[in-house]
């Protein structure tokens, strides 16, 4: 059975980074890319960024583009994401979840909230 | 920047069909058969229900169905349960920078 199970909820003051892990089971681990997608308090859900995890190429939203940075450890079955520059508008629960083709994602991990506050 | 439009909220009797609509901007939904819907229920992650427009993944029922027509596509739910409250988004394809392009929701109340 396909699970994907992250890290738990951070706070953080705005300035600051953070780092959400995404560890998957249950398939083959580096056939599937995983996208990485967030919704804040009233949003729609926002797609940020995908990583191939056969190769670690990365494609990102033009939106988070400079200030994150998805990575893998395909050894240990996980996939990293690093938010940089935190302003309070990145208070959101975080999401990784598998690709399924070219545009969906068949399996999601339970979310991480991030709290930005000063 | 291209959006996704659906209906804040869509509500209906149990049994009864409820359709919500997504309307795409330029090089969306009418431009890719890459189409997907998602249910969100309180607390919980985003579930898959539909794909490429029609496609339904296994173990979601046969009550969902999903349509296309120029730049809007559709999700239909069929017998309207209450368990099938919660709030659903479609997405598109909107290019390679951004292969995951979501609606803004919409809230699904069984009356």
């Known amino acids: 059975q396909v699970h994907l199970v992250q890290s738990g909820a951070e706070v953080r003051k705005p300035g600051a980074s953070v780092n959400v892990s995404c560890e998957g089971s249950?398939?083959?681990?580096?056939?599937?890319?995983i996208h990485w997608v967030r919704r804040a308090p009233g949003q729609r859900l926002e797609w940020m960024g995908w990583?191939?995890?056969?190769?670690?190429?990365?494609e990102y939203s033009p939106m988070f583009q400079h200030r994150v940075t998805i990575s893998r450890d395909a050894s240990a079955n996980t996939i990293y994401m690093e938010l940089r520059t935190l302003g309070l508008e990145d208070t959101a629960v975080y999401y990784c979840?598998?690709?399924?083709?070219?545009?969906?994602?068949?399996?999601w991990g339970q979310g991480t909230l991030v709290t930005v506050s000063s | 920047q291209s959006v996704l439009t659906q209906p804040d909220s869509v509500s209906g009797s149990p049994g009864q069909s409820i359709t919500i609509s997504c309307t795409g901007a330029?090089?969306?939904?009418?431009?890719?058969?890459?189409v997907s819907w998602y249910q969100q229920q309180a607390g919980k992650a985003p579930k898959l229900m539909i794909y490429?427009?029609?496609k339904r993944p296994s173990g979601v029922s046969n009550r969902f169905s999903g349509s296309k027509s120029g730049s809007t596509a559709s999700l239909t739910i069929s017998g309207l349960q209450a368990e099938d409250e919660g709030d659903y988004y479609c997405?598109?394809?909107?290019?390679?920078?951004?292969?995951?392009?979501f609606g803004g929701g919409t809230r699904v109340t069984v009356l």
């Open positions: 979840a598998r690709s399924l083709g070219r545009a969906a994602a068949d399996y």
């Open positions: 249950g398939y083959s681990f580096t056939t599937y890319s």
């Open positions: 990583i191939n995890a056969g190769n670690g190429n990365t």
């Open positions: 330029l090089r969306t939904i009418g431009t890719y058969n890459l």
């Open positions: 490429e427009v029609t």
């Open positions: 997405c598109s394809f909107g290019g390679t920078t951004t292969p995951l392009l």
